[in-house]
């Protein structure tokens, strides 16, 4: 029997996922790039990354196609998370969104279904429509992206708002907005973090000096240090996209790095955390 090393956290309602998953916001939109990001999704696999994100928008639907692909023959292995649209997410345009990504993915379910962004539909008619997904059985759990704490206390409070599993949200060493409000507050609910862009959008974090020095001193890379650091604490998994099989290897790596109290502060330094609230969500977003 295989012995698993992966790191996992544990939703709400139980269900074990990978501390360390895969994104493909950008995949699946260059036919010549196609084979190579197969592979690297499915290195993820073999490396128990099997947390799989992914989104309608992304690509208008080609993402999904290029994961559903890469799960074929696998599809048991993976924890599948798919976004619905703001404004697809009322009840009938929502289980409509949920067919076409079922039909993309190659798949009868979704793992976790989540609203990608606040819109302009209340909140519990889209609570309703992941209700009625769940009932068919065309998703397992759902979730939310990009909520702030105003968001997701509202988002809780509508019926059947506590099935909420996850708030997908932009955190990494640049971004620590989160670390004022609303991480606390759902590591006091018990409701798991969804870390997306750990590197930074245009990867400013893996160039920092600060960054770069941590790396040297465990002689692993910055990338690595920068997965390190998001994990480093219980009830948050992250979705690193990796292009090319040598990034999926080079991403699960981080789990065996190891930082110390001097690495964090040094990183501290560099990277403060918040002395205030942050601004609502930027969206729409794109991861």
Not at 26 to 45: F, H, I, Q, S, V
Not at 62 to 70: F, K, N
Not at 236 to 243: L, V
């Amino acid at each position: 029997m295989k012995t698993l090393s992966m790191r996992m956290v544990g939703l709400p309602a139980g269900e074990q996922i990978p501390v360390l998953g895969q994104g493909t916001w950008g995949l699946g939109e260059d036919p010549m790039r196609r084979d190579e990001e197969l592979t690297a999704l499915r290195l993820g696999l073999d490396l128990e990354m099997t947390l799989i994100d992914t989104a309608e928008m992304y690509g208008d639907g080609a993402a999904e196609r290029l994961v559903g692909d890469a799960v074929v023959g696998r599809r048991d292995e993976v924890f599948l998370v798919t976004k619905v649209l703001p404004e697809h997410a009322d009840r009938a345009g929502a289980i409509e969104a949920c067919d076409r990504s079922l039909h993309r993915l190659r798949t009868g379910h979704i793992d976790l279904y989540l609203l990608h962004w606040p819109g302009p539909v209340p909140v519990d008619e889209t609570v309703e429509a992941f209700t009625l997904l769940q009932q068919q059985g065309k998703i397992r759990f759902w979730g939310v992206s990009n909520f702030d704490t105003v968001d997701l206390r509202a988002a809780t409070a509508v019926p059947n708002g506590h099935s909420v599993q996850t708030d997908q949200v932009l955190y990494n060493l640049a971004r620590r907005g989160i670390e004022w409000d609303l991480l606390p507050a759902c590591q006091r609910s018990g409701l798991t973090i969804m870390a997306y862009a750990p590197f930074d959008h245009r990867g400013t974090v893996l160039r920092h000096p600060a960054v770069i020095a941590v790396a040297e001193r465990h002689d692993v890379t910055s990338a690595q240090v920068a997965l390190a650091w998001v994990i480093r604490q219980d009830g948050i998994t992250t979705i690193p996209k990796a292009a090319h099989p040598e990034h999926t290897a080079e991403n699960r790596a981080a789990l065996d790095v190891r930082l110390t109290a001097e690495d964090f502060a040094d990183l501290d330094r560099a990277f403060p955390p918040p002395d205030g609230p942050s601004p609502r969500w930027p969206g729409p977003c794109r991861t």
